[in-house]
């Protein structure tokens, strides 16, 4: 398919392999913030093809793996009451809250349904006047245009049964706060090529000269990834900081001005506690006041809720790079897809779950070559 | 979550004030909101995340970095010096049979 296959040719993927071979001359340690990213880089193998100078290590973007416990537990809640049609995106479902998931109450009889768009959830509620219909809006910036979309059409359409559980959280300032991090070892990043779409990359440019470390906006096919590695690479031995945008076929610097238009319209920033890593000043949004009618946690009073998390899940190192996945003594021992234990192994973009996919015998591999 | 997959723009329509779009992946044919790509038009390839196009593929920018890609490629079939290397092999055996879309 065109914009797919040419980028799983496998020549000139060798080929930036090789080149980032060559190039790196001591170990160095980049970042990809994006679970995606994080996906096809254990899916294709891409930390072992690039040779044993650069280390990958996987950042908090995956917004199923981040959205606070609570959270959950608030969407269990509201899920719960019989009056109401719960819809989220599948991810959602499998991941635990402090009592339970939402497929439980799924399974329990709780009218939960799983979409892949927002909009489907606006016409659930068309289709059903006499019930509430609460979406689960969760996600990072490359979702928050659809999510916010939603409401405002909601709203033009005059539903007075539709509302948003909305838990947005936002990349940049997620990066600030690794690097401001005492203990971070990470020397370049890859930035989410989906984020920037909508976002553009300026945000960026403001780490960079900060911090002095280098930022290449990357895609998700294992070219673009091979390439961001190699821009990255590229650029430490020579010294440089810059962003560089290696997914030009889709992100600009100012990024999609309609889609930025309606969420500043409907969301504005607020704190945001992350699963695993705790409150980020100004890291999410929230909806507007103006749309408190569509506000799923003021209509069922749930703005209260707190909750732990569980203390065996070493999630918060995973998701900052401090550790990885298989250094977690619960990893595919009391922790697999099937009972998850914390969010990163729940969404196939979790890291998580792309070690114990890709990387479960990671160990005895490396060994026996 | 953040997945977002290329597509062909086959059809557009207006349905109140709607702008949709009939959009190709593959196989698949799928009803699209165009809202955030005014600008995209029937034959345009965009990049759809959850059921709202977000962006339209540029069309130039791919080809000036696919070629630079291709070069490298082609310069590197001269150089045999990962030729025989098994983890590389591998991999790029899973290159080649990449099926999902993520
Ligand atoms: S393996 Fe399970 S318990 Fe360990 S960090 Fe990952 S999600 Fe948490």
Redesign the interface.
């Known amino acids: 398919?065109?914009?797919?296959d040419?980028y799983?040719?496998?020549?000139?993927?060798?080929?930036?392999?090789?080149?980032i071979?060559a190039r790196a001359t001591r170990p160095w340690v980049l970042m990809e913030i994006?679970?995606?990213q994080t996906?096809?880089l254990m899916?294709?193998?891409?930390d072992?093809?690039i040779g044993d100078q650069v280390e990958l290590v996987h950042g908090p973007?995956?917004?199923?793996c981040v959205t606070p416990i609570e959270v959950v537990d608030k969407a269990i809640e509201i899920a719960s009451r019989p009056d109401v049609i719960f819809v989220s995106?599948g991810?959602m479902l499998r991941v635990p809250g402090t009592r339970c998931d939402l497929f439980r109450i799924k399974a329990e009889g709780g009218d939960v349904r799983i979409a892949?768009?927002?909009?489907?959830a606006v016409k659930i509620a068309r289709a059903n006047p006499d019930r509430q219909v609460v979406f689960f809006g969760?996600?990072?910036e490359?979702?928050a245009?659809?999510n916010a979309?939603a409401v405002w059409?909601a709203r033009?359409l005059g539903l007075t049964n539709f509302s948003e559980l909305v838990s947005h959280v936002l990349v940049p300032p997620a990066i600030r706060l690794l690097l401001n991090s005492p203990d971070s070892r990470v020397q370049g990043f890859i930035a989410?090529g989906?984020?920037c779409?909508?976002m553009g990359y300026w945000e960026y440019k403001a780490l960079v000269d900060e911090f002095h470390v280098p930022i290449v906006v990357g895609g998700?096919e294992?070219?673009d990834l091979l390439?961001a590695i190699a821009m990255l690479v590229a650029q430490l031995e020579d010294g440089r900081a810059e962003v560089e945008n290696?997914y030009?076929?889709?992100?600009t610097y100012q990024g999609?001005q309609?889609?930025q238009r309606?969420v500043g319209q409907v969301f504005e920033v607020a704190d945001r506690k992350w699963r695993g890593i705790g409150n980020i000043p100004a890291s999410g949004l929230r909806l507007r006041p103006e749309f408190a009618a569509f506000d799923a946690e003021k209509i069922f009073g749930v703005e209260a809720m707190e909750a732990e998390e569980p203390p065996e899940c070493i999630s918060a190192l995973v998701l900052q790079g401090l550790k990885k996945p298989v250094d977690c003594p619960a990893f595919a021992a009391s922790c697999t897809p099937e009972r998850p234990l914390g969010a990163p192994m729940v969404?196939?973009?979790g890291a998580c779950a792309a070690y114990y996919q890709y990387r479960r015998h990671a160990t005895s591999l490396v060994c026996i070559? | 979550?953040?997945?977002?997959v290329?597509g062909?723009l086959v059809e557009t329509e207006t349905i109140g004030?709607?702008r949709l779009g009939q959009v190709q992946?593959?196989g698949i044919k799928r009803s699209v909101?165009l809202?955030?790509?005014?600008e995209a038009q029937v034959g345009d390839?965009v990049?759809v995340?959850?059921?709202?196009a977000?962006?339209r593929?540029?069309?130039e920018?791919?080809q000036r970095?696919?070629e630079l890609?291709?070069h490298?490629?082609m310069?590197?079939?001269e150089?045999p010096?990962?030729a025989g290397e098994?983890?590389?092999a591998?991999?790029?055996?899973?290159?080649?049979t990449?099926d999902a879309?993520?």
């Open positions: 398919m065109r914009y797919i040419e799983r040719d496998p020549k000139i993927a060798q080929a930036l392999a090789d080149q071979r994006c679970g995606g996906h096809t899916r294709y193998g891409i072992e093809l973007g995956c917004p199923v995106y991810d892949y768009s927002p909009m489907e969760i996600g990072f490359t979702t245009p659809a979309m059409k033009e989410p989906h984020v779409t909508v998700f294992p070219v390439e290696q030009a076929r889709s992100v999609n309609p889609a309606i969404s196939a973009e070559a | 979550m953040c997945l977002a290329p062909k004030d709607n992946f593959g909101f809202d955030f790509v005014p390839y990049l995340h959850v059921g709202f977000i962006s593929l540029d069309e920018e791919a970095t696919y890609l291709e490298i490629g310069l590197e079939t150089d010096a990962f098994t983890t590389t591998a991999a790029l055996d899973a290159i080649r990449g879309i993520h």
